[in-house]
Each structure stands twice: as structure tokens, then as C-alpha cells.
């Protein structure tokens, strides 16, 4: 395949090196062109993408409806305020309200659409009621409030004063939260799976247990769905897998098929508390992004994305369930739809890099932990090539150990 690059990927990094602020640690792999489940760097090279976009790119690299939906917008119109009305909003709210519940309201960002439903839930409970439950080994982004939210010490480091009014209780503590809620609690904040934190799946009793919780305290129920949105686990939103809906849920990632944007969604009475004027964002909501956003979900069900996602996370489970019962450094699989995590004994980071030079990205969190976040209609044919890959990768990793 003809590599699209002007440039050699040395030559980019060195003008990065010179212009851009160093604040990621990035693969010394400048990335050109991508095509469902692949991408190309600059050099021509073909790698096998199982983490595409940090988990946006849910249909893959530029799937043909939303490009398409993308320069069909782009050549009509870009970008408008919201002081006006526009037609991919409207139809993009209502696909994803029908799919879930209630309203919706657009920005650009996982971290926006958690600071959106911090601050709806302030405004829409009682004065004094403003304090809000999250969990340790959340991730809820990096503003100040998303970043308070997100109970991870490392996150918090030299950026104090945090902001007040969070407190933290160990996922999967029912009785911890009881304990931390009471009359001056708004919210309890929570991803249905833990994604960042290592792929943490709740026990089967615990998002009810929340739901109860909060109704018993007349405060709100937050689902950050950022990554577990638009089918991600194999139903359109995570709170399915559960049958326990949120007040408000948060979306990101994958919700425009890569291009940004963020969304809340809210039960109407709730929702009326973000009044006129409380909040806003100049970008939520733009043509572009609503258009992608439409394309994504008439894709999905155009081609039976969802039933694809759980039937190729059936085939993760059994061929890393295999790989699991052959090495001991496996301590634990944690698969829900496109969401794979295996948890190792040993750190897990070595493994980005062996997979990369066979061909294969991934990624490693939580520092013990491979992660993949395929797209929904990656193949079968795809989930072996990643699977040999990785049973290579582990097996050499248990010798090394
Ligand atoms: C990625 C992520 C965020 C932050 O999203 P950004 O778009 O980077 O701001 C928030 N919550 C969850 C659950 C996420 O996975």
C-alpha cells in the first residue's frame, strides 16, 4: 500500500521536537493514512490497530459512510452557533435520546460533557447539596473538576488547590458509598466499566446498589459513558448491560466516529436545570461533528455493528480464555463487548512495544494491564491476527519473567 507521507516520520519529529509542547510520550512513528482496522506510517509500514484512536475511532479508521457525511457537510456548512437551529443536531439528539433517554446536550470532549453533568447536578439539586461520590481508579478527564473527579493520586500531583466537594470510595464498596453519602451530596459519578483504570467490570449488584443509594438520598446518579457509549460493550450504552439507568450520562470517544465531540444526555426534568445562560460551549453541537455522529449510529445498525461487537468479543473471551489457561502470568481476562483488558502478573507495558514491531498496536494501562479497544466491526479474521500476535508477545514475556 502507497504511503501517503510527504515526509520521512524522523523529519516530523524533529519539527515537533522544535514546535510542540512535550507533554505526551509518543512511538517514534509518525501515522499517515488509515483504513478500518489498519494504518500505515510514513515509511509504509502496516500495522493492525486493536487501540484505534484511544478508543474514538469505533468503526475503525475513516469508515466510508461518515467521510462521506463529513464532505457532504463540510461543502454545505461547518460551523454555526447555537443561537441558531440546525438539522444534524436535532437528528443526531433524537437518534442517541430514542437509543437512551431524555436530552441531550453537545460539546466536544469527554472532559466537557463530565464537567456539563458536575455542573447540572449542582444546579438542579438544593443549595448545600454539592458534594459528589467517585471512585478510586476512575478516569473522568483532565479539566480541574473532571480531573478532581478522577480519584487517581497520579492525576492530582502539583496541580493543587483541587477543586472542593469530591470525595472517593473504592469501586464495587456499596457500603463505602453508603457511608460517604448524606444531605450534602448531589451526585454519585461512576463509569459503568472502568476503562482507564485497567477495564474494571462492577459486580453484578453494584450499579443497582447505586441507583438505590441515591434514590434513598434524593441525590443523582451519573454515568460517565465517555468510553462505553455508542456500542461500545455491545449494547448502545453501557447502562443496558445493567438495566440501571443513570439521571444524566456522559459520552465522548467514539460518539462521532472519531471526529470530536461529547455529549450529555439527561432526563427532560433534570435537563430543564441547565438553564439558558449556565452553560454552553461555542463548538458543541457543530454541523460537522453531528453529521459524523448520524452516519455512525446508521452504520452501526445498517450493518449489525452491535451483534458483531458481542459476537467478536465471544471470540476474544475463548481464544484468550486458551491463552490464559496456558500462562501463568495471565491473572485475569476482563471482556465486555469491544472492551478486552488482560491483567497481568507482571508490568504490562513491555507488551506495547513487542506487539508494535509485530505489526500489532495496543495499549497497556493501570501498569499491569494489555488493553484493546477494537473497533465494532472489526473481523474475525482480525481477532485471530491480533490474538497470534499477542500469544507470541505473552509467551516470550513469561519466558523473559
Ligand atoms: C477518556 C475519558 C474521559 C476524558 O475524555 P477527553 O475527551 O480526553 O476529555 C472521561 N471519562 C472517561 C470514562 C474516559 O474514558
Known amino acids: 500500500m502507497e504511503s501517503t507521507a510527504t515526509k520521512s516520520s524522523q523529519q516530523t519529529i524533529a519539527q515537533f521536537e522544535q514546535n510542540v509542547i512535550p507533554n505526551y510520550p509518543r512511538y517514534p512513528i509518525c501515522l499517515v493514512r488509515g483504513e478500518g482496522t489498519y494504518v500505515w506510517d510514513a515509511e509504509g509500514n502496516r500495522y493492525l490497530d486493536l487501540f484505534p484512536g484511544w478508543g474514538c475511532n469505533i468503526l475503525g479508521h475513516c469508515p466510508p459512510p461518515v467521510v462521506q457525511a463529513i464532505q457532504e457537510q463540510a461543502s454545505r456548512l461547518i460551523h454555526i452557533p447555537n443561537t441558531w437551529y440546525t438539522e444534524p443536531q436535532g437528528e443526531f439528539a433524537e437518534l442517541l435520546c430514542t437509543r437512551g433517554f431524555g436530552q441531550a446536550f453537545f460539546c466536544n470532549s469527554g472532559a466537557e460533557a463530565v464537567e456539563a453533568a458536575i455542573k447540572l447536578a449542582r444546579l438542579h439539586t438544593p443549595e448545600g447539596r454539592h458534594n459528589i461520590v467517585t471512585f478510586e481508579n476512575g ?11 478522577t480519584a487517581q493520586p497520579k492525576y492530582h500531583e502539583g496541580l493543587g488547590p483541587l477543586m472542593a466537594g469530591f470525595r472517593y470510595a473504592p469501586f464495587n464498596d456499596l457500603s463505602a458509598v ?28 453494584f450499579l443497582a446498589g ?61 435537563a430543564a436545570s441547565l438553564r439558558p445562560g449556565m452553560h454552553a460551549s461555542t463548538f458543541g453541537g457543530n454541523p460537522l461533528a453531528m453529521a459524523a455522529g448520524v452516519a455512525a449510529v446508521k452504520m452501526i445498525e445498517e450493518q449489525n455493528l452491535l451483534e458483531n461487537c458481542r459476537e467478536m468479543s465471544a471470540r476474544f473471551q475463548s481464544r484468550l480464555e486458551a491463552l490464559k489457561d496456558e500462562l501463568p502470568i495471565i491473572d485475569q481476562l476482563r471482556i465486555r463487548g469491544m472492551m478486552v483488558g488482560i491483567d497481568l502478573s507482571i508490568p504490562a507495558g513491555p507488551a506495547v512495544g513487542k506487539c508494535m514491531e509485530r505489526g500489532v498496536l495496543v495499549n497497556a494501562t493501570h501498569d499491569t494491564v494489555v488493553r484493546l479497544l477494537p473497533p465494532l466491526n472489526v473481523t474475525a479474521e482480525q481477532v485471530d491476527e491480533g490474538c497470534d500476535v499477542l500469544a507470541t508477545v505473552l509467551r516470550e514475556m513469561a519466558d523473559e519473567a
Open 139 to 149: 478516569f473522568h478527564g483532565r479539566t480541574f473538576a473532571a480531573v478532581t473527579a
Open 210 to 270: 447505586l441507583r438505590r443509594i441515591a434514590d434513598e438520598n434524593n441525590c443523582l446518579l451519573i454515568f460517565d459513558e465517555v468510553q462505553t457509549c455508542m456500542g461500545r460493550t455491545g449494547t448502545w450504552f453501557g447502562y443496558q448491560q445493567w438495566g440501571v439507568r443513570p439521571d444524566i450520562l456522559t459520552m465522548a470517544k467514539g460518539i462521532a466516529a472519531g471526529v470530536a465531540c461529547g455529549a450529555i444526555i439527561a432526563d427532560r426534568e433534570v
Open 178 to 205: 453508603e457511608d460517604l453519602v448524606s444531605d450534602d451530596t448531589c451526585a454519585i459519578l461512576v463509569e459503568p466499566i472502568q476503562g482507564e483504570g485497567g477495564v474494571n467490570i462492577p459486580d453484578e449488584e
